[in-house]
């Protein structure tokens, strides 16, 4: 995994989770052990959880497995209100892919993504609202957070070669599309 990223921190996590979609409600949710990989906050680790419901069209139900990327500067940052577009397309196995913004609009934008695998059935598209806790993990003299960081390490082997920067780069490219400073001004370009 790369994580090297000049232009700015990169939150990575890799996650667990289901949904389900019937005709033109979306419900789910996802567990993260999420990492700050560069920056001020380097190494700080973390659990985020983020139940989902969305509206959109399709029919499908299954379990996830996928790595998520943000701009977050730290864990706490992602603890907040998200809008998010999702698609699934799985029969048998298959694909999913999110992307989310922050909504709340009290400072810096936080924008992300996510994708992975999906072990289920369907083709479903959806737009939605999210909350997600973090719970960052320390304490016990940094055993907790040590073990954290053994089970993360272990996790990015089931992604070899997933490039974090590239997905940040390609989601900021988007922001830009918007407009000048539309992920705020202490979001680096």
């Known amino acids: 995994m790369n994580e090297e990223d000049p232009t700015g ?12 979609h019937i005709v033109f409600v979306q419900l789910g949710a996802g567990d993260c052990l999420t990492a700050i990989v560069n920056g001020q906050r380097a190494g700080e680790i973390g659990i985020a959880g983020t139940p989902i419901a969305g509206l959109g069209l399709g029919l499908s139900a ?11 500067d730290s864990l706490d940052e992602l603890s907040s ?12 196995g298959g694909v999913e892919g999110t992307f989310f913004w922050n909504n709340h609009w009290s400072g810096r934008i936080i924008l992300g993504g996510d ?10 598209g959806a737009l939605g609202e999210s909350y997600t806790w973090v719970k960052v993990i320390n304490g016990w003299f940094g055993v907790a957070a040590d ?9 990015k082997l089931l992604a070899p070669g997933f490039n974090a920067t590239s997905v940040l780069n390609r989601a900021r490219a ?9 992920h705020g001004s202490s979001c680096p370009k």
């Open 115 to 124: 994708v992975g695998v999906e072990a289920g059935a369907g083709l479903s």
């Open 9 to 20: 921190d990169v939150s990575v996590g890799f996650c667990a989770g289901f949904e389900v």
């Open 81 to 92: 209100w998200f809008t998010y577009f999702a698609a699934t397309a799985a029969f048998g």
């Open 62 to 72: 299954g379990v996830q497995y996928y790595v998520q990327v943000s701009n977050a």
């Open 147 to 155: 073990a954290a960081h053994v089970a993360y390490d272990a996790m």
């Open 174 to 182: 988007i922001a830009d599309q918007y407009g000048p400073g539309v």
